[in-house]
Protein backbone atom coordinates (compact mmCIF):
# COMPACT_ATOMS: atom_id res chain seq x y z
CA UNK A 1 0.00 0.00 0.00
CA UNK A 2 1.31 3.50 -1.11
CA UNK A 3 2.20 5.40 2.00
CA UNK A 4 1.98 9.00 1.31
CA UNK A 5 5.18 11.00 1.50
CA UNK A 6 4.45 14.62 2.37
CA UNK A 7 7.12 15.96 5.08
CA UNK A 8 10.82 16.44 3.76
CA UNK A 9 13.85 16.31 5.69
CA UNK A 10 16.07 19.27 4.79
CA UNK A 11 19.87 18.41 5.71
CA UNK A 12 20.82 21.70 7.51
CA UNK A 13 24.91 21.00 7.47
CA UNK A 14 26.28 24.28 6.36
CA UNK A 15 24.34 26.06 8.21
CA UNK A 16 23.63 23.66 11.60
CA UNK A 17 26.79 21.82 11.22
CA UNK A 18 26.90 17.98 10.56
CA UNK A 19 23.76 16.07 11.23
CA UNK A 20 21.34 18.86 11.10
CA UNK A 21 18.01 19.10 9.89
CA UNK A 22 14.93 20.61 9.50
CA UNK A 23 11.37 18.88 8.79
CA UNK A 24 8.99 20.69 6.58
CA UNK A 25 5.19 19.89 5.47
CA UNK A 26 4.99 20.36 1.45
CA UNK A 27 1.61 22.93 1.09
CA UNK A 28 -0.61 21.57 -0.75
CA UNK A 29 -0.91 22.78 -4.02
CA UNK A 30 -4.34 24.83 -3.74
CA UNK A 31 -2.74 27.26 -0.53
CA UNK A 32 0.42 26.78 -2.26
CA UNK A 33 -1.07 28.93 -4.97
CA UNK A 34 -2.60 31.39 -2.80
CA UNK A 35 -0.04 32.42 -0.99
CA UNK A 36 2.14 32.94 -4.07
CA UNK A 37 -0.93 35.59 -5.29
CA UNK A 38 -1.26 36.99 -2.34
CA UNK A 39 2.24 38.11 -2.11
CA UNK A 40 2.54 38.92 -5.45
CA UNK A 41 -0.38 41.46 -5.23
CA UNK A 42 1.11 42.82 -2.45
CA UNK A 43 2.77 46.38 -3.08
CA UNK A 44 6.17 46.88 -2.39
CA UNK A 45 5.69 49.25 0.37
CA UNK A 46 3.98 46.42 2.18
CA UNK A 47 7.39 44.45 2.37
CA UNK A 48 6.52 44.29 6.36
CA UNK A 49 3.44 42.31 5.49
CA UNK A 50 5.07 40.42 2.92
CA UNK A 51 7.74 38.75 5.22
CA UNK A 52 5.17 37.81 8.20
CA UNK A 53 3.15 36.22 6.08
CA UNK A 54 6.45 34.67 5.18
CA UNK A 55 7.46 33.99 8.82
CA UNK A 56 3.77 32.82 9.18
CA UNK A 57 4.37 29.75 6.15
CA UNK A 58 7.18 28.69 7.64
CA UNK A 59 5.95 28.07 11.27
CA UNK A 60 2.65 26.56 9.85
CA UNK A 61 4.79 24.19 7.64
CA UNK A 62 7.39 23.07 10.16
CA UNK A 63 7.65 19.80 11.54
CA UNK A 64 11.04 19.76 13.64
CA UNK A 65 14.32 20.11 13.84
CA UNK A 66 17.77 19.01 15.70
CA UNK A 67 19.01 22.60 15.50
CA UNK A 68 20.92 24.18 18.54
CA UNK A 69 21.63 27.86 19.86
CA UNK A 70 24.77 29.24 20.16
CA UNK A 71 25.62 27.32 23.67
CA UNK A 72 25.01 24.31 22.05
CA UNK A 73 21.20 23.80 23.46
CA UNK A 74 18.50 22.23 21.43
CA UNK A 75 15.86 24.97 20.34
CA UNK A 76 12.47 24.06 20.97
CA UNK A 77 9.90 23.81 18.05
CA UNK A 78 8.90 26.80 16.17
CA UNK A 79 5.25 25.82 16.81
CA UNK A 80 6.22 26.36 20.47
CA UNK A 81 8.27 29.30 20.19
CA UNK A 82 7.70 31.32 16.87
CA UNK A 83 9.46 34.29 18.79
CA UNK A 84 12.93 32.61 17.63
CA UNK A 85 12.40 33.57 14.31
CA UNK A 86 13.10 37.42 15.44
CA UNK A 87 15.11 36.37 18.48
CA UNK A 88 17.86 33.74 17.98
CA UNK A 89 17.78 32.88 14.37
CA UNK A 90 20.34 34.27 12.00
CA UNK A 91 19.49 35.65 8.52
CA UNK A 92 20.86 32.59 7.03
CA UNK A 93 19.07 30.20 9.18
CA UNK A 94 16.11 32.16 8.25
CA UNK A 95 17.15 31.89 4.33
CA UNK A 96 17.49 28.66 5.01
CA UNK A 97 14.02 28.22 6.05
CA UNK A 98 12.35 30.15 3.40
CA UNK A 99 14.16 27.68 0.90
CA UNK A 100 13.39 24.39 2.77
CA UNK A 101 9.40 26.15 3.13
CA UNK A 102 9.83 26.65 -0.85
CA UNK A 103 8.42 30.52 -0.29
CA UNK A 104 10.03 32.24 -2.92
CA UNK A 105 7.92 33.37 -5.83
CA UNK A 106 10.61 33.23 -8.73
CA UNK A 107 11.55 29.75 -7.59
CA UNK A 108 8.05 28.53 -7.88
CA UNK A 109 7.06 30.06 -10.81
CA UNK A 110 10.37 28.53 -12.74
CA UNK A 111 9.29 25.03 -11.31
CA UNK A 112 5.68 25.65 -12.99
CA UNK A 113 7.36 27.12 -16.34
CA UNK A 114 10.54 24.39 -16.93
Known amino acids: ?18 GSW ?3 KSANWGLSKQFSKTI ?4 DDNSDEKIHLIEQR ?4 FVGWNWVDDDGNPLPSLKDRPDLIDTVLTE ?23
Open 1 to 18: MPKRNNIRVHQSDDIQGD
Open 22 to 24: VKM
Open 40 to 43: SQLA
Open 58 to 61: IVEL
Open 92 to 114: DEMTFLVKASGQTTEEKKENLTT
